[in-house]
């Protein structure tokens, strides 16, 4: 494994580079997730090294080593990994996305003519307005702002987090370290994806956890009929944290099916 830096619009992008052979099939660009970083996907990359592919991990503006000090949007974000890609003399590419990230692989497959072969999409999040997620969430906002007379308490702050947490917020408590990282957060799940979705002519492996509690099966189920040359793989008994927990059976799945 190598970490480097490449600078791109006056930002230093920290990366990992896994290549344990002579020549590589393809080239695989993994991105973590929101609020993840390249040190999570560290033994996935180095199984795959093994089998001649040459994986490349960036810590995206905002995360990991990578430092940022201004908003983002999707299209920033977009433009830096095709920037990214091509600085590399990346070929064969195959895009692996995670969580919430993968939404800029819509961006780059329709917009820049990379060399991409194929997607490979690890429960990736894209509903933003999906109704029985948002009546949960609205029930409880409404409730936490009923109580906003506890404000100058200091219990409010812990009851403010108990809330956001029940409605899956994690992300955006975190956002809140920063007003500029917030903001970006707020971008990136202000991106409506449905109808994206239905034009990606890509060769798409969708590989999905039965437990996991934050992108549900019917997610991808979505994805699977609406993605003309998608597959998709149901994995029993795991979670979200799959990359982490189980590394050698998500390579060992990937490898059965591209």
Known sequence: MKEQILELWKVKINYKEFWEKDSNFWDILILHWWWGKSDSWVEVAELLSEKWFRVIIPDLPWFGKTEMHKVYTLSDYSKLI??????????NIILWWHSNWWAISITLENRWKLNIERLV???SAWIRNDKKRSFKRKILKKV???LKFLKKIFIFKKIRILFYKAIWWHDYLNAEKSPFLKQTYLNMISSYLQEKIKIIKLDTLLIWWELDTYTP????MFMRNNIKNSKMIVLDNETHWIHLKNPQRLVETFLQNI
């Open 121 to 123: 999409l690890n429960n």
């Open 144 to 146: 936490l702002n009923n």
């Open 217 to 220: 099966k019917s997610d991808g």
């Open 82 to 91: 095709e920037e990214f890609c091509k600085k590399l003399k990346l070929e």
